[in-house]
C-alpha cells in the first residue's frame, strides 16, 4: 500500500512540474541572458579587465538581438515555410560575427581554448532518445 501511494505521489508531481512549464519546458533565454553567460565563461576562464567586458557585452547582445530579429523573421510564415537550410546559413553568419568579435579582443591563445573547450562546452545537450543526431528516433 506504501508503494503504491508513493508511486502515485512521484506520478504526480512529475505531471505538476512538467505541466508548469510554459511551452513544454523550454523557454528562449533573452539576449541580455545569454550575453551574461559569455560574460562569466570570459572572465572566469581569461580574467578580461572590465572595460573589456563591456565592449564584449554591447556587442555580443546587439549581435544577439539581430540574430533573434532574424530568426522571427524567417519563422514567421508558420510552419509549412520553414527551411532548415536557410535558417542554419543565417545563423552561421551570426556565429561567424561573434567569432570576430571574440577574436578582436582575446589573444590567439585564449581564442583557440575558447573555441576548443569553452564554447562546446556551453551548448545544451539532449538527452538521449529525444531527437537530433543519434537521438535514436527510428
Given amino acids: 500500500m506504501k508503494k ?8 504526480f508531481a512529475i505531471i505538476f512540474t512538467a505541466s508548469a512549464q510554459p511551452g513544454g519546458g523550454f523557454t528562449r ?7 551574461a553567460t559569455i560574460h ?5 576562464a581569461f580574467k578580461l579587465d572590465a572595460a573589456t567586458l563591456a565592449k564584449i557585452d554591447t556587442a555580443i ?10 530568426r522571427e523573421e524567417l519563422m514567421a510564415g508558420g510552419p509549412g ?10 545563423m552561421k553568419k551570426y556565429s561567424d560575427a561573434q567569432d ?5 579582443v582575446l589573444t590567439e591563445e ?22 537530433g543526431p543519434g537521438g535514436g528516433n527510428k
Fill in 81 to 90: 515555410s520553414f527551411d532548415r537550410e536557410t535558417m542554419q546559413a543565417e
Fill in 40 to 44: 562569466q565563461k570570459l572572465d572566469s
Fill in 110 to 131: 585564449q581564442y583557440i581554448i575558447w573555441k576548443e573547450k569553452i564554447q562546446p562546452a556551453m551548448r545544451p545537450q539532449r538527452p538521449p532518445g529525444m531527437g
Fill in 4 to 11: 503504491i501511494f508513493l508511486a502515485a505521489l512521484a506520478s
Fill in 29 to 35: 533565454r533573452t539576449p541580455e541572458e545569454r550575453a
Fill in 61 to 70: 547582445t546587439t549581435l544577439y538581438k539581430a540574430q533573434d530579429k532574424k
Fill in 100 to 104: 570576430e568579435i571574440l577574436k578582436a
